[in-house]
C-alpha cells in the first residue's frame, strides 16, 4: 500500500523551512516526497523561497537545493546572483556580455525590484561575491530602477543596502559607496514591501532617509544599526556628522524595574 501523502504538511513545513533558512528542514520536506514543481497558493517553491522576507546566508544554500531538485527561477538570468556565485557569474558575463545590462522584474518584500538591474538584486540579498564580480564586470552603480505611473522608484541600488533585513546588506553599501555610489540621490518617492502587510510608501527620499525609515515599527530595523549606516552615508557624502548621543533612544529604553 502506498503511504497517504499530506501534502498540506508538507506545504506547511516548506514555507516554514523558507522563513528559516533552514536547508536540512527543506531537505527533509522534499525526501518526504513534496513535487518540487507544485505550486503552493498559486505559487512555485522557489518564487516563496525568493519572496520570503528573512535574509542570510544560507539562502544561496537553499535556493542550490531546490534547483538541483528540479525547481526553476522566473527569471534564470538571476541563478548566478542569488546564488552568490561569483566565479559562475563571472563566466556568464564572459559568455554574454550584454547580461551586464540585463533587467528583472520581481516581487520584494521590502525595496522594490521593478526593471532592476542585477547589481539592485545583488544588493538587496546582500551577496557581495555577486556584487563584486557584477562591479569588475562594470556594472553601473548608480543604476536606476523604473519610476511607476505615480513617480515613485528610480533608486540606485544603494537604496537596497542602507535598511537591509538585519543589517546583511551594511557590507554591500560600504563597497557600493567605495565604488562610487552617490549618497545624496533624492527620489520623488518609494513604497516600501510594495502588496505586503507592511506596505509603506515614503516621500521625498534620500539613501539617509531611506536608512532612518528603518526606525519605523514595521520595518524593523536595530536603531544602532540604522544610525551606523548614517554616518557612513554622510561621510560618503561629505556631509558633518553630528554628534548622536543619544543613540539608542533613552525614552524608548526599558526603565529600571519595569
Not at 547580461?99 to 544588493?123: E, G, K, N, Q, Y
Not at 516621500?203 to 536595530?222: C, E, K, N, W
Request: hydrophobic share 40%; net charge negative.
Amino acid at each position: 500500500m502506498v503511504p497517504f501523502l499530506d501534502v498540506t504538511t508538507l506545504e506547511f513545513d516548506l514555507l516554514g523551512a523558507f522563513e528559516t533558512h533552514s536547508v536540512e528542514g527543506i531537505r527533509r520536506v522534499l525526501d518526504g516526497g513534496f513535487d518540487v514543481a507544485t505550486p503552493i497558493h498559486g505559487k512555485s517553491a522557489i518564487t516563496h523561497l525568493v519572496e520570503m522576507y528573512f535574509r542570510s546566508d544560507r539562502f544561496p544554500e537553499c535556493l542550490a537545493l531546490l534547483l538541483d531538485r528540479g525547481g526553476r527561477l522566473d527569471d534564470p538570468h538571476l541563478r548566478e546572483v542569488l546564488l552568490d556565485d561569483a566565479d559562475g557569474l563571472a563566466a556568464a558575463l564572459r559568455r554574454d556580455p550584454s547580461l551586464i545590462w540585463h533587467r528583472t522584474t520581481m516581487a520584494c518584500t521590502f525595496t522594490p525590484l521593478d526593471s532592476a538591474s542585477l547589481l539592485h538584486v545583488a544588493a538587496e540579498y546582500g551577496n557581495v561575491r555577486a556584487a563584486q564580480a557584477l562591479l569588475e564586470a562594470g556594472a553601473e552603480v548608480d543604476a536606476r530602477a523604473a519610476v511607476d505611473e505615480h513617480g515613485l522608484g528610480g533608486h540606485t541600488p544603494l537604496f537596497h543596502t542602507v535598511s537591509s533585513n538585519a543589517n546583511r546588506s551594511a557590507p554591500l553599501m560600504r563597497m557600493l559607496l567605495d565604488a562610487g555610489a552617490r549618497a545624496d540621490v533624492r527620489l520623488a518617492g518609494i513604497t516600501w514591501g510594495r502588496g505586503f502587510e507592511w506596505e509603506t510608501t515614503f516621500f521625498d527620499v534620500t539613501p539617509v532617509s531611506y536608512a532612518q525609515h528603518g526606525l519605523m515599527p514595521q520595518v524593523h530595523r536595530d536603531e544602532r544599526q540604522i544610525y551606523d549606516n548614517v554616518r557612513a552615508l554622510l561621510e560618503a557624502a561629505g556631509r558633518t556628522v553630528p554628534p548622536l548621543p543619544n543613540v539608542p533612544n533613552r525614552y524608548l529604553r526599558p526603565k529600571a524595574g519595569s
